[in-house]
């Protein structure tokens, strides 16, 4: 019989290390500082974004990388790929987060090298369109298409058929979309695992988005809001399962790993969808990190390398 086992030992402030805190306090320091972030033209948050001056740390490009394009339903899709030193041992269908607003596969290149270099796996990363310029259901269409490709090129391409998905924040949200698109419209299961950073599984806001204020701890309940706006601008309903994915069928899919910090403010879209995956019958497991804040495998300090090392565990074994 399978269980989550959760130890509420990770929720007391006496199991944060001090360089998380540190890390969490910087954070909340730096972003005090933009009393309006989003006042700024999102094209110039973008551009700040990738040229390394955002408020957010920026890897040194990887050796490993390179540009390409594949198609997609409104044109070309860019995705960013990552190969190992040797043939790959499989491949990872890699979808950023950003609220589905910002964010770049080039702004995870730490991470994305990480998970070439150290687990064998081919990454492959979709830059999705991006609202509100081209909003729902652009993006979940785009990373559709990518999985598709990846099912029909990967063999060839890449010289296995081992495939795994996965994604932060808005890309996590993505990538639950993406695996039930391909159950329920192409009668595909293509994935055998994935791996769920801090997803948003629930636009409605779960009692930790919806109460956790205006600490700009990377984000907040305003900023939540503000990026579901953005993606449900034109098209889409919060309590539409392809939109929100808790609120849908989850049978059938692969296993997964669900991380979370306890200072995320989509804590509980974390806790509950491992649940609520458990109880579709598939394999599940769920690490909570004391402290760490929204998508904290993105900064420096310990938890983060805890949680990349976790992580790269998992895909070497799925």
Not at 47 to 52: D, Q, V
Not at 93 to 103: A, E, N
Not at 224 to 245: C, H, M, Q, W
Request: net charge negative; with cysteine.
């Amino acid at each position: 019989m399978s269980k989550l086992v959760l130890d509420a030992a990770v929720f007391s402030p006496s199991s944060v290390a001090p360089d998380t805190r540190m890390v969490n306090d910087a954070i909340v320091k730096i972003m005090k500082t933009i009393p309006d972030r989003w006042a700024v033209p999102l094209a110039e948050i973008r551009a700040a974004r990738l040229s390394g001056s955002g408020v957010f740390p920026l890897a040194p490009e990887s050796a490993r990388a390179r540009q390409e394009t594949i198609a997609g339903p409104r044109g070309d899709i860019p995705v960013r790929i990552y190969l190992p030193d040797g043939p790959p041992k499989g491949v990872y269908l890699h979808i950023h987060g950003g609220g589905w607003t910002v964010g770049s596969a080039r702004e995870n290149e730490g991470m994305l090298d990480r998970i070439a270099g150290q687990c064998g796996l081919a990454v492959v990363s979709v830059d999705y369109a991006l609202a509100p310029e081209v909003p729902y259901p652009a993006g979940p269409d785009d990373c559709e298409a990518a999985a598709l490709w990846l099912v029909k090129e990967g063999g060839a391409r890449f010289g296995t058929e081992r495939f795994a998905i996965g994604g932060e924040s808005g890309g996590a949200t993505l990538a639950v979309a993406t695996l039930v698109r391909l159950r329920d419209k192409h009668q595909l299961s293509p994935f055998a695992a994935a791996v769920l950073t801090a997803g948003c599984f629930d636009l409605r806001l779960t009692p930790s988005a919806r109460n956790w204020g205006d600490e700009p701890l990377v984000l907040n309940t305003r900023d939540i809001t503000f990026f579901v706006n953005n993606y449900l601008r034109l098209e889409g309903k919060a309590e539409e399962p392809d939109v929100s994915p808790l609120l849908g069928s989850l049978k059938g899919l692969p296993k997964a790993l669900f991380m979370v910090g306890t200072r995320d403010a989509l804590l509980d879209d974390t806790l509950f969808m491992a649940n609520a995956w458990l109880a579709a019958g598939n394999a599940t497991a769920l690490d909570v990190f004391p402290g760490g804040c929204h998508v904290f495998i993105g900064f420096p300090g310990t938890l983060a390398d805890q949680g990349l090392k976790r992580m790269c565990d998992y895909l070497t074994e799925f």
